[in-house]
């Protein structure tokens, strides 16, 4: 069973930046496929960005391109999303989740994903 935690969350004035971690335990982190999820209310869960199992690949969502940065530590056993020019739009729930020898292939699927947080709350101000 492996346990994802979220941090980082807050609230930021449209055009700042946020960096939120996740931290993983509880099985082999290079195993696993992560990705970051949001849900902002009365919408649907969104794929926000995506790495892969060694952290050589990225993938991201259009909305987010060129604005946000997964990386991932796996010796701490760490995931991270930069938010750089930030919107109010970007303001949601954010999700990390792991997947279990997920590819780049897949990793935008929410339904992939075997391993949830309980998200960080990001409020972008106009």
């Known amino acids: 069973q492996v346990q994802v935690v979220e941090s980082g969350g807050g609230l930021v004035q449209a055009g700042g930046s946020l960096r939120l971690s996740c931290a993983a335990s509880g099985g082999t982190f290079r195993l696993y496929a992560m990705g970051w999820f949001r849900q902002a209310p009365g919408k649907e869960r969104e794929f926000v960005a995506a790495i892969s199992k060694s952290g050589g690949s990225t993938d991201y969502a259009d909305s987010v391109k060129g604005r946000f940065t997964i990386s991932r530590d796996n010796a701490k056993n760490t995931v991270h999303l930069q938010m750089n020019s930030l919107k109010p739009e970007d303001t949601a729930d954010y999700y990390c989740?792991?997947?279990?020898?997920?590819?780049?292939?897949?990793?935008?699927?929410?339904?992939?994903?075997?391993?949830w947080g309980q998200g960080t709350q990001v409020t972008v101000s106009s």
């Open positions: 989740a792991a997947d279990f020898m997920g590819t780049i292939a897949t990793i935008k699927s929410l339904h992939k994903y075997d391993y």
